[in-house]
């Protein structure tokens, strides 16, 4: 998927018609505020901000200005802090997203993804994502981490080979409205372990929840539910290795 547009001045740019109409047709779109093509488009216009700038700029630009952390071997920081200790590469890292769990109001959603940064690592983020007073989405938390081991590396084609490439697919995963004024079933319990930090967090409406946990040697494990047709689902579990790749 290629997408192009100019960004604008006063902050980071908002996801172009364009944009927004390509990743359509990718998604099924959703009745009502819950739209996960809306979250597709902010990481493209995220990682077009990082590309055309620098990272951290976007990543700043981006991020919900009071309460935007990144989790890290040593647990939760300010992007303020991350950033000025990251040490970011000239080349920005590139973004891929695969899936989008959004809650019922579309107030909350929580997207994860594929990266490959400039020296080829390939790895999966997380990013959770809250809408704002004017209706932009920006990121409050931020997971990431590299493949263990890393995949082989891709046999370039010779002169004469035929290539086939597609589009990568990406799941939308919309949690369901109460029906009648029903209240929504609390997700199911978590086992809660004393040694190990961690934090889970419920949608407003009460249809997504997100959490995250220091997992062993500085990881980082992360997962996403959302209520759907009368049950929880998963969207995702990740357990992130300990080195965090801008």
Known sequence: MVLTACAGGGGPPRPTKREIAVINRELTTAPGAAQPSTIVATEVAFGRLAAETTQAAAFLQFAAASNAQVHTAEGLVSVQQWVAQAGFPVAA????????????????????????????????????????????????????????????????????DITVTALDAVQGLVASCPRGGDPIPPPPALAISDDRPGLAALARDGTLRWRWEQADAGGKFVAAEYFYEGRWLSAFALTLPARLDP
């Open 93 to 160: 890292t590139k973004w891929s997203t695969r899936a989008v769990a959004i809650a019922c109001d579309g107030a909350l959603a929580a997207s994860t993804g594929r990266y490959t940064d400039p020296q080829g690592i390939v790895g999966n983020y997380v990013m959770i994502w809250q809408r704002q007073d004017d209706s932009t989405y920006r990121w409050i938390y931020h997971a990431a981490g590299p493949d263990v081991p890393q995949p082989p590396a891709r046999v370039r084609p010779r002169d004469g």
